[in-house]
Nanobody
Framework: VQLQASGGGLVQAGGSLRLSCAASGRTSSNYRMAWIRQAPGKERELVAAITWSGANTIYADSVKGRFTISRDNAKNMVYLQMDSLKSEDTAVYYC??????????????????WGQGTLVTVSS
């Protein structure tokens, strides 16, 4: 599975951005998709994840009510709508896929395919 993330950039606090992730190659109905971020000097943090059907999603407490993950399986795309951005949202955002249907999908370690990352910078 190849993942290509895009949509990052510089935005003022309170603004919005929409990240996109294009998936290609081998796909599976069991793959869960996630957005994971890493801020400078910090560990990777799972921001949001979604099941193949889109029926189930999970979010980090820090982004609940502000971020929305979605997917379009017909287009092999995953999105992250980010609203009410804060300076602490500044990070490199990675799109990731988990091929293990039995893994703890709330954990960063469950994701075995990663994109190259896109930088989001929120100015205060």
């Amino acid at each position: 599975v190849q993942l290509q993330a895009s949509g990052g950039g510089l935005v003022q606090a309170g603004g919005s951005l929409r990240l996109s992730c294009a998936a290609s190659g081998r796909t599976s109905s069991n793959y869960r998709m996630a957005w994971i971020r890493q801020a400078p000097g910090k560990e990777r943090e799972l921001v949001a994840a979604i099941t193949w059907s889109g029926a189930n999603t999970i979010y980090a407490d820090s982004v609940k009510g502000r971020f929305t993950i979605s997917r379009d399986n017909a287009k092999n795309m995953v999105y992250l709508q980010m609203d009410s951005l804060k300076s602490e949202d500044t990070a490199v955002y990675y799109c990731a896929a988990s091929s293990n249907a039995y893994s703890n999908w709330g954990s960063v370690t469950a994701y075995d395919y990663w994109g190259q990352g896109t930088l989001v910078t929120v100015s205060s």
